[in-house]
């Protein structure tokens, strides 16, 4: 008895670990990588959306705009401190994604903000975004909605939590 109760929670471990990463998608010469939104309170109006946009080509391409059927809008935000405040700002231009070079979008950094949300955020469930780059167009990505503790977990898995502003990947 000891060993199924062993064996159920082995594979109720590993559905769930699945279910937790994102799939990834690829868009002319950018690879989107592990898209998730941050699981939000009842009646919040706004949540998050981050991800890794890499360019694998030879012009560096534009994350202009997005669109989603829960939100009013959707933009391109970074934060940043200013002195001892942390600020956040839409970035007007979009967010430059450097030829042969990675952005990562996290919390604390840039993300993409889901503005007027119809409803809760919840964690396990998918919520359906179009994103759209300058020159490589529009692609839908399902974002995984994570609660934060999924999301502090990944921002350790991907490194120190420094933010990363479009830094080209070493040996590049």
Request: overall charge negative; aromatic content about 6%; glycine content about 12%.
């Amino acid at each position: 008895m000891k060993n199924i109760a062993i064996l159920l929670s082995a594979a109720i471990l590993g559905i769930s670990s699945t279910m937790v990463s994102a799939e990834d998608y690829k868009l002319g010469a950018l690879e989107i990588e592990h898209p998730f939104a941050r699981a939000t309170p009842p009646n919040a109006p706004v949540s998050g959306g981050y991800l890794t946009i890499r360019n694998t080509g030879e012009e560096a391409d534009r994350l202009i705009s997005g669109e989603a059927d829960f939100a009013k809008r959707v933009e391109i935000h970074e934060m940043a401190m200013d002195g001892d405040v942390m600020k956040m700002r839409q970035l007007a231009d979009g967010l430059e994604i450097p030829a042969g070079g990675e952005v990562v979008l996290k919390p604390g950094g840039y993300h993409v903000m889901f503005i007027g949300i119809d409803s809760q955020f919840k964690d396990g469930e998918t919520r359906h975004v179009k994103l759209t780059f300058e020159k490589a167009g529009t692609i839908e990505l399902g974002f995984d909605v994570q609660d934060m503790k999924a999301m502090q977990g990944q921002m350790k898995k991907d490194g120190d939590g420094a933010m990363d502003h479009g830094k080209k990947k070493q040996g590049d």
